[in-house]
Nanobody, 118 residues
Framework: QVQLVESGGGLVQAGGSLRLSCAAS????????MGWFRQAPGKERQFVAS????????HYADSVKGRFTISRDNAKNTVYLQMNSLKPEDTAVYYC???????????WGQGTQVTVSS
């Protein structure tokens, strides 16, 4: 089992920045990839960014490219999402997820609220 705990959400004005953290515990040695997703009210959960655990290869949704940066600290088993130039449409609950071999995002955190005011 892998446990994920997100933190760092909050209220910020448009144009501001936030950094989300996702701390992993448990069988972290089995994690192959981690990602961030978000879900706004009344909308489906959408992919935001991902990073592989071995070579730190990253991928981003088009809507956040150039504004968000995903990174990891293997020693702390933590993944970060640096969010700059935030827009009201970035308002959502942000979830951290982890993949283990043979599965795709099979572990999820509880989510952290990000609210961007205009």
């Amino acid at each position: 089992q892998v446990q994920l705990v997100e933190s760092g959400g909050g209220l910020v004005q448009a144009g501001g920045s936030l950094r989300l953290s996702c701390a992993a515990s448990g069988r972290t040695f089995s994690v192959s990839e981690m990602g961030w997703f978000r879900q706004a009210p009344g909308k489906e959960r959408q992919f935001v960014a991902s990073i592989t655990w071995t070579d730190s290869s990253t991928h981003y949704a088009d809507s956040v490219k150039g504004r968000f940066t995903i990174s990891r600290d293997n020693a702390k088993n933590t993944v970060y999402l640096q969010m700059n130039s935030l827009k009201p449409e970035d308002t959502a609950v942000y979830y951290c997820a982890a993949s283990t071999p043979g599965a795709r995002y099979n572990y999820w955190g509880q989510g952290t609220q990000v609210t961007v005011s205009s």
